[in-house]
């Protein structure tokens, strides 16, 4: 496609001479009927591929704005989805919202190389965009929002040290915690098993919904070695997590829209 434009633009004068030549072609053609028949499969063929290959250059500009649609819709979507499934039955007409809203955002800074990465959004405080919101891909978690500017927001990855996530076992609801293996890459550890747990190569890790940053069941990763200890202590396990951080483009910022109300009630708890 590059070459492709390179060469209308180093043959812009000739290109146009040519466009002009097929548009009197074919207006000649349209005035007469006989030639109109002759003629309709080559004119056909020859302003096919010089429409189908503007329609590539023109396509090729508008991938940035379509893709940023398609994240404006994948958000929609969530809200909806979650809105939906809180409905106790199908004859329940009023639907409540959901407590948790998605918002599209574009990763325009990203590290996977250091001790502590982080990510750079391109929503801020203008957005809505707060602290302590969580962050994720199409297939999982990502990371948690930990600064905010007008317009853009900083998020430490879950490839950091400091990252530290609350999660369930999906297929028995054991809780148990996530943190980045930082001798592995990309990969992550499961702590906190107890010993009686056993888990299988393949098996689904989850949020556990017990913060405020993540809502209950979001995909964090798989495991892929599990690690029994003896003497009865906690065992451990290797993770993969769901979230190519490689390829991380676009995301979502997670706001929980009831979340002062659950810290103030946390709050009064406290102080009784």
């Given at each position: 496609?590059?070459?492709l434009?390179?060469f209308?633009?180093k043959?812009?004068?000739?290109?146009?001479?040519?466009?002009l030549e097929?548009?009197?072609?074919?207006?000649v053609?349209n005035?007469?009927?006989?030639q109109?028949m002759?003629?309709?499969?080559?004119?056909s063929?020859?302003?096919?591929?010089?429409f189908n290959t503007?329609h590539?250059?023109?396509?090729?500009f508008?991938?940035?704005?379509k893709n940023?649609?398609?994240?404006e819709?994948?958000?929609?979507?969530?809200?909806?989805?979650l809105a939906n499934?809180?409905?106790?039955?199908s004859?329940?007409k009023?639907?409540?919202d959901s407590?948790f809203?998605?918002?599209?955002?574009?990763v325009i800074r990203?590290?996977?190389?250091?001790?502590?990465?982080y990510?750079?959004?391109?929503?801020?405080?203008?957005q809505?965009i707060q602290t302590?919101?969580?962050?994720?891909s199409?297939?999982g978690?990502?990371g948690i929002i930990i600064?905010?500017?007008?317009?853009?927001?900083l998020?430490?990855?879950l490839?950091?040290?400091h990252?530290?996530i609350?999660?369930?076992i999906k297929?028995n609801?054991?809780?148990?915690?996530?943190v980045w293996n930082?001798?592995q890459?990309?990969?992550?550890?499961?702590?906190?098993?107890?010993?009686?747990?056993m888990?299988?190569?393949?098996d689904?890790?989850?949020?556990s919904?017990?913060?405020?940053?993540f809502?209950?069941g979001?995909?964090?990763?798989?495991?892929?070695k599990?690690?029994?200890t003896?003497n009865?202590?906690l065992?451990?396990?290797?993770?993969?997590?769901?979230t190519?951080?490689n390829?991380?483009?676009?995301?979502?910022?997670?706001?929980d829209?009831?979340?002062k109300?659950?810290l103030k009630?946390?709050e009064?708890?406290?102080n009784?």
């Amino acid at each position: 496609m590059r070459n492709l434009l390179t060469f209308f633009l180093k043959h812009q004068f000739f290109s146009l001479f040519i466009l002009l030549e097929i548009i009197s072609f074919v207006l000649v053609i349209n005035s007469f009927s006989y030639q109109r028949m002759l003629s309709f499969n080559t004119a056909s063929d020859v302003s096919g591929a010089v429409f189908n290959t503007f329609h590539g250059v023109t396509s090729y500009f508008n991938l940035k704005e379509k893709n940023r649609q398609l994240l404006e819709e994948n958000g929609r979507l969530f809200n909806m989805l979650l809105a939906n499934t809180l409905a106790p039955d199908s004859n329940y007409k009023e639907k409540e919202d959901s407590s948790f809203q998605y918002i599209p955002a574009t990763v325009i800074r990203n590290t996977v190389n250091h001790a502590n990465n982080y990510m750079v959004l391109n929503k801020g405080k203008k957005q809505g965009i707060q602290t302590e919101m969580g962050v994720m891909s199409d297939n999982g978690i990502a990371g948690i929002i930990i600064g905010v500017s007008e317009n853009y927001s900083l998020a430490m990855s879950l490839l950091n040290t400091h990252a530290h996530i609350s999660a369930r076992i999906k297929k028995n609801d054991q809780l148990v915690n996530v943190v980045w293996n930082e001798n592995q890459g990309q990969l992550g550890k499961v702590i906190d098993i107890s010993a009686h747990i056993m888990l299988d190569r393949g098996d689904t890790i989850v949020t556990s919904g017990n913060s405020f940053i993540f809502p209950a069941g979001l995909n964090i990763g798989t495991i892929y070695k599990f690690q029994k200890t003896k003497n009865h202590e906690l065992n451990k396990a290797g993770l993969q997590f769901c979230t190519d951080f490689n390829s991380l483009h676009f995301v979502y910022i997670i706001q929980d829209l009831k979340k002062k109300e659950k810290l103030k009630l946390l709050e009064d708890v406290n102080n009784e």
